[in-house]
């Protein structure tokens, strides 16, 4: 008969769920606004709003872990996932901060297929914490990481494009400058969600 290496207490399994699915809210509004064409202050107030909920679940999360002597994985795990997935949050919001800030157009194409990109990876992410408590769903769990590993790939690909693009049709420097950098910040962004990804395969290694 297996051991199941994992406690049947799962409150850290429930706070980073909360922190998961407040990640895919957030992504998913974003990718609403840029569809819509607006970034007004009304939209980046919500976007950071959600960031905030992300830093109370993770301080929560921290909390708990100073408080707690048995817990359900390794505590540097349920930190380091905790803190990932909030950094994924505070780069969603410094991206919809610095759009308002460069006055940037929010209908740009290849800004909007990473946001898409970014959208489709924090699902996946929240779909992977949802079950990653569940030993018997390893396999589902793994898969949506593999899935993240595309979606980043894709990242690059969009990345290569939308800068040549950019050299190839954009005169004003300045604005080079800042499209280019707000490539390169979704482009970390997306490979932040691939680290969150490495960090539950770490997680399911351990405990596999």
């Given at each position: 008969m297996?051991?199941?290496?994992?406690?049947?207490?799962?409150?850290?399994?429930?706070?980073?769920n909360l922190q998961a699915e407040n990640l895919v809210k957030a992504s998913g509004y974003f990718k609403s606004i840029l569809k819509n064409g607006v970034l007004d202050e009304a939209a980046a107030k919500k976007i950071h709003d959600f960031e905030h909920e992300g830093d109370t679940l993770s301080h929560e999360i921290t909390d708990m872990l100073n408080r707690t002597f048995i817990t359900p994985i390794d505590r540097e795990d349920i930190y380091a996932l905790a803190n990932q997935l909030d950094d994924?949050?505070?780069?969603?919001?410094?991206?919809?901060?610095?759009?308002?800030?460069?006055?940037?157009?929010?209908?740009?194409?290849?800004?909007?297929q990473f946001i898409d990109l970014i959208d489709q990876s924090s699902v996946?992410?929240?779909?992977?914490?949802?079950?990653?408590?569940?030993?018997k769903r390893t396999r589902r769990v793994l898969d949506h990481c593999i899935e993240i590993n595309r979606l980043e790939n894709m990242g690059d690909q969009v990345r290569e494009k939308a800068i040549g693009n950019?050299?190839?049709?954009?005169?004003?420097?300045?604005?080079?400058?800042k499209w280019k950098e707000m490539y390169e910040v979704a482009e970390s962004t997306l490979d932040k969600c691939e680290h969150v990804a490495k960090v539950i395969e770490a997680i399911l290694v351990k405990h596999g």
């Open positions: 297996p051991i199941n290496f994992m406690p049947k207490e799962v409150k850290f399994f429930d706070y980073l994924v949050l505070d780069m969603l919001n410094a991206m919809a901060g610095r759009m308002r800030l460069y006055k940037l157009d929010p209908g740009n194409e290849y800004f909007s996946a992410l929240s779909n992977a914490v949802k079950h990653m408590h569940d030993t950019l050299f190839e049709t954009e005169k004003d420097p300045i604005m080079v400058i």
